[in-house]
């Protein structure tokens, strides 16, 4: 396996032996916070001095983040995938979901699952917040947990595919979890020799 998933291999272990998993996670609950209660700073602080341009900036954030917050995951993903430049065809051959499978999701006429979620996220190329709000569009959150862990670190390294996350995932958790179901495992013919990482 290339030098590339080595390095989020052991990225990925170092956040788990050192329990820098907990600290990332606190940091993107702040951040994500941060960003969604800048309406309500924006409104109380007078007393903050802003240049012009910064002020624009900073009032075009809190415009988009505000919009985000009303909008459901059908809409934020719509939105998220016309500023992306991307089809429902595209993002369906990238996250290795079925086209119908994925119009479920996004009309939302079927629940989405968290490893479907980050699919459709490494999909996008999404950051770390844009994730985050996908997340919470549907009731959920980064947690302390191995697959959220191994997403973080590979977008973090701006690895999106879902092929090679999916071998990291499965090599760091000894083929316990997987982004893809047991009926897609043997559908698309993984098998643990074909996912396996060198590490170095």
């Known amino acids: 396996m290339n030098k590339e998933l080595n390095e989020l291999l052991i990225n990925v272990l170092l ?21 969604y209660e800048a309406e309500f700073e924006i409104q109380t602080g007078f007393g903050h001095t802003f240049s012009r341009n910064s002020f624009m900036r900073f009032e075009e954030a809190v415009k988009r983040n505000t919009n985000d917050q009303y909008e459901n995951f059908h809409q934020y993903i719509n939105k998220l995938m016309f500023e992306k430049e991307i089809t429902h065809s595209e993002l369906s051959k990238r996250s290795l979901i079925k086209k119908s499978t994925l119009s479920r999701y996004i009309n939302g006429s079927r629940e989405v699952p968290v490893n479907m979620l980050f699919r459709i996220a490494l999909a996008l190329r999404l950051n770390i917040m844009e994730t985050e709000v996908l997340l919470r569009k549907v009731g959920k959150r980064f947690k302390e947990a191995y697959m959220d862990g191994v997403i973080i670190e590979a977008i973090e390294q ?32 993984f098998s643990d020799r074909d996912m396996e990482i060198d590490v170095i």
């Open 15 to 35: 956040l788990f032996d050192t329990d820098e998993i907990n600290r990332k996670i606190e940091r993107i609950q702040s951040e994500y916070k941060r960003v």
């Open 158 to 189: 701006g690895i999106y595919d879902v092929i090679k996350v999916e071998a990291v995932l499965r090599e760091f958790t000894e083929g316990k979890e997987s982004l893809f179901t047991k009926k897609e495992q043997e559908e698309f013919g």
